[in-house]
């Protein structure tokens, strides 16, 4: 007599293995948040980053969240299978995440993170079900924030669009008489020199790149069939991102001139057109030229859809089918739906889907559990090399106000040599903002001693009582130097002296404690401070020279792109070249910027590299880093991985005002001369 099978024991079991699936799969997604939970929150922060480089990424994830969630049913319906190619991609996925964990290479770890996650998807249900998670997860790679990647595409982007929207203008605009200049990312019109923009890194052109990649290949993903076609989709996404944001800067600069012509025209008040060009029609242009731009991806890719190619036979089997279901509807026929049905037993009905999967479902889990374990380890036996000495010390910060906060210093630069003293330049708080919490800072303006002295008359001067403000207003404009002082600066900073001594006269005669009267008096130094670098800012003296430091303690974001500060500013630059430099007995080439602001008649030479006390390394005892810095992540990454060192890779750049009277030479001069008296506190040995 034939035995059948006890299927309410086999329901039971189910049942169980079903349970156990979920509760692994569950604990092991927990894990594997808490385990990139750094990363997802550097590239959350990049969404409203100030630098706007990955602004969209909030929309790109969402997209290709819904795409992954559009796509569940046909992962459902596929045909699962345990997959042991995605157990060893996941084995290598968390393998790499454990390195660049160690290496603090945040952007890489997310990336990993998909890749994990397809390999988790590919490992339980077999190739057919996590082919259908591809695209969407690749999508997803477009809203992560890639860190010095995105900074360098950005300023080549700005420069690029706001060249070519910059002839554009001087070719179309002679008709109306409108002329730009172009200095960087710096637009200005010739006739009209209130209206001056510059192209900002969050309109640099990579949002414009990165969503028009997006919808490029979306559409054709999911309109193109043809790889030929796609790949002429791939090829259209440069030229429309560019085109896009050039003309966007080309509406903007219109505006501008449109509207202060009427602002002049009119009689309306001063300011008014820059206002309105700048205020709602700056947003403006840019939901046009994104409107524009998508319109150019879909007429191209229903240009190309409707060429030779499956796409026609498809489209015609479309046609065929609406025609087919409208016949049959005029007929009074009614369209049956088939039921899905879910393929979780094998054809003996004896051996369910949780019951081949949930010993693998431990597996992730254990993976997952062993690899956020390792994850806490692998920077335990790092060595960090030295870096230059710095201590926490209260330091000046601007931004809505003036303030005092602790801060990473480096303390071992003096202020003062044999020739030159050094006046701290306050940190920003945007910079603080930006930069990791372990970022060390040095800026200080280093000028002639007599120089020095003449400064401190001013403020002296401006924070006097007895003075008048035309007394004070003179002082500014008599300190020995070739620079000629902008009048308008120096009235508001004689105004804002003026606000500062009432308020602070008024705090002291308040001031009924010794404690209340050294609060008062620290508030007078901090203000004195702040002046003194104004005026030093101020005059631009071809006397001082500049010395700015960055360096990181564990996380070498101090490693970036120096060209990219500059053409933001309206700066103009050549690429870097070769600066021959020799520090204690090591020459090496550090890299020289000759950069220019044209309409406000400043030049300076810059000279930046890179360097780190290699005294753990047995290879030489110090290393100072050339300009082309796009390989310092990478061998940071290789020594923090293999080596278990740590490079701090400090940023050093020292910059020289440059007259009309003087050369480019003549500023690089003037920064060796400070750099000869610094030389020694600069290699570690003091």
């Known amino acids: 007599m034939e035995e059948y099978p006890d299927f309410t024991k086999i329901h039971e079991q189910n049942k169980r293995y079903r349970m156990i699936t979920i509760a692994a799969l569950v604990l092991a997604a927990v894990a594997f948040f808490v385990l990139y939970r750094y990363p997802l929150l550097r590239t959350y922060q990049s969404w409203n980053s100030q630098h706007g480089y990955n602004s969209n990424g909030l929309i790109i994830f969402l997209g290709s969240a819904y795409l992954l969630f559009a796509a569940r049913k046909s992962m459902k319906a596929a045909g699962k299978a345990v997959s042991f190619f995605g157990l060893a991609f996941l084995v290598f996925g968390f393998a790499c995440t454990l390195g660049l964990k160690r290496a603090d290479f945040n952007a890489a770890q997310t990336v990993f993170c998909l ?124 030229p429309i991102a560019v085109l896009n944001n050039s003309l966007r800067i080309v509406l903007i600069a219109y505006c501008g001139s449109f509207f202060t012509y009427l602002e002049h025209t009119l009689h309306l008040s001063e ?252 508030q007078t130094q901090l203000l004195r401070s702040f002046a003194l670098v104004q005026v030093i800012q101020m005059h631009r003296a071809p006397e001082s020279t500049m010395l700015a430091i960055v360096q990181n303690d564990k996380d070498h974001h101090s490693i970036h792109a120096p060209e990219a500060c500059f053409p933001s500013q309206g700066w103009t630059i050549d690429e870097p070249t070769d600066f021959p430099l020799t520090l204690g007995e090591i020459s090496f080439n550090a890299a020289r910027m000759d950069v220019s602001f044209i309409q406000a008649n400043i030049k300076e030479t810059i000279i930046y590299w890179y360097q780190c006390d290699h005294k753990l390394h047995k290879t030489s005892p110090i290393l100072y880093a050339t300009r082309r810095y796009m390989w310092l992540p990478f061998k940071t990454t290789f020594d923090l991985v293999f080596k278990g060192l740590g490079d701090r890779w400090s940023f050093i750049r020292f910059s020289a005002p440059v007259e009309d009277d003087e050369t480019y030479d003549d500023g690089a001069e003037k920064i060796k001369e400070l750099l000869f008296e610094l030389e020694p506190y600069l290699t570690y040995e003091k």
């Open 271 to 522: 300011g008014w057109g820059r206002n309105v060009a700048f205020g709602a029609f700056h947003e403006y242009p840019g939901v046009v030229v994104y409107t524009l731009g998508f319109i150019m991806i879909f007429v191209a890719c229903t240009i190309l859809e409707k060429l030779p190619g499956v796409e026609r036979e498809l489209a015609a089997k479309r046609k065929a089918e609406k025609q087919a279901k409208r016949e049959a509807k005029e007929r009074g026929e009614t369209e049956v739906k088939e039921e899905e049905i879910r393929e979780d037993y094998d054809e003996n009905m004896a051996s369910p889907y949780y019951a081949k999967i949930w010993k693998h479902a431990l597996i992730v889990l254990a993976l997952t559990l062993a690899t956020l374990f390792l994850a806490g380890k692998v920077k335990e036996n790092i060595k960090y090399t030295p870096g230059l000495a710095y201590a926490t010390i209260p330091y000046m910060v601007t931004g809505d106000g003036i303030s005092i906060r602790m801060l990473p210093i480096i303390t071992n630069i003096p202020l003062q040599t044999e020739k030159k003293i050094g006046v701290p330049v306050p940190v920003s708080e945007l910079e603080l903002k930006e930069l990791p919490e372990d970022t060390a800072y040095f800026r200080a303006y280093f000028m002639p001693k007599e120089l020095y002295a003449s400064y401190n008359k001013v403020v002296n001067k401006l924070f006097s009582n007895t003075a008048k403000d035309e007394e004070r207003y003179e002082s500014i404009k008599e300190v020995s130097s070739k620079t000629p002082v902008d009048a308008l600066s120096a009235t508001q900073l004689v105004m804002s002296a003026s606000f500062w001594r009432s308020n602070l006269v008024l705090k002291a005669k308040e001031a009924k404690t010794a404690e209340d009267r050294g609060r008062v008096m620290q």
């Open 115 to 238: 890749f994990c996650f397809w390999s988790t998807l590919l490992y339980l249900g077999g190739w057919k079900m996590a082919s259908f998670a591809i695209f969407p997860l690749f999508i997803m790679l477009f809203s992560v924030q890639w860190g010095l990647g995105s900074s360098i595409i950005s300023t080549h982007l700005r420069i690029l669009s706001t060249d070519l929207a910059c002839r554009f203008i001087n070719f179309t605009g002679s008709i109306w008489g409108i002329q730009v200049i172009r200095q960087g990312t710096n637009v200005s019109l010739v006739n009209v020199p209130e209206v001056q923009f510059d192209v900002a890194a969050p309109c640099s052109g990579l949002q414009s790149l990165i969503m028009t990649s997006v919808l490029c290949l979306v559409m054709a993903y999911f309109s193109l069939k043809t790889w030929w076609k796609r790949a002429v989709m791939v090829l259209l996404i440069a």
